[in-house]
């Protein structure tokens, strides 16, 4: 079975231009989540999609920041224009049942954006 | 909120020795879910562990097993007879058990601390 796969694994990109992470999930995962984690802090909650509905955009840290995932089947994280401050590993994580006490995230291994 | 702290950056420990992983939380959730993850140099998250606040007994899977101390706020990660794979970043964190609206169901993670296995 296939793990959650993330594109690219890095991305180098000059402060103003556009980036756009991709994930796929596992299949059959209803749930899609991304993570960030900026140098030296902790990794945070950035949303959480149900299929194919944004369930908790919360933690999105301004409108530079898109994600979609059409069809409920893989995401994209859109960051535009992008700033300094966006530089860090993006994650994403899939899980196969939202609400279950020990729900299992499954995690990719991540894109290492370096906004110079 | 929920807080997750882990006191240690980096740690070292001998192969085939067991080691302890410290993990300390602050939540005003009753019920709340605990969980490790280990990050190889490879990058992936790989969940490793499980404990939730209402298990009466810690968790255990295969050679890892979480010390949890309800009172004192601790979910410590013991992995025993230490592996040269086991040398990697791991990271403890929480959730509430129930979902209660927008921000309140996400996984709060620690910094993370830095395992070494020396041969």
């Known amino acids: 079975e296939a793990g959650v796969t993330q594109f690219p694994s890095h991305s180098v990109i000059e402060k103003g231009q556009t980036v756009t992470l991709r994930c796929d999930p596992i299949?059959?995962?209803?749930?899609l989540y991304w993570y960030r984690r900026v140098m030296g802090k902790e990794i945070k909650f950035l949303l959480h999609?149900?299929?194919?509905?944004?369930?908790?955009e919360s933690g999105m840290p301004n409108n530079r920041f898109l994600a979609e995932r059409t069809g409920g089947t893989y995401s994209t994280l859109k960051v535009q224009p992008a700033e300094l401050e966006d530089s860090g590993v993006y994650f994403c994580?899939?899980?196969?049942?939202?609400?279950?006490?020990?729900?299992?995230?499954?995690f990719g291994s991540g894109t290492q954006l370096s906004v110079l | 909120a929920q807080k997750i702290t882990q006191t240690q950056p980096g740690m070292f420990v001998q192969e085939k020795e067991a080691v302890t992983l410290d993990c300390t939380y602050d939540?005003?959730?009753?019920?709340?879910?605990l969980f490790w993850y280990k990050q190889p140099s490879s990058g992936e998250m790989i969940f490793l562990i499980y404990?939730?606040?209402?298990?009466?007994q810690n968790a255990t899977e295969g050679r890892y097993s979480l010390n949890f101390q309800k009172a004192r706020k601790s979910a410590n990660l013991v992995i025993s007879a230490s592996q040269l794979g086991d040398s990697a970043m791991y990271f403890c964190?929480?959730?509430?058990?129930?979902?209660?609206?927008?921000?309140?169901?996400?996984?709060?993670f620690g910094k993370g601390t830095k395992l070494s296995v020396i041969p």
């Open positions: 999609f149900v299929k194919e509905s944004k369930q908790d």
């Open positions: 964190a929480m959730r509430p058990v129930e979902y209660s609206g927008a921000g309140s169901y996400q996984l709060t």
């Open positions: 404990q939730g606040s209402y298990d009466e």
């Open positions: 299949s059959g995962h209803d749930n």
């Open positions: 994580a899939s899980s196969l049942l939202f609400g279950q006490r020990n729900e299992k995230l499954f």
């Open positions: 939540t005003s959730d009753q019920s709340y879910g």
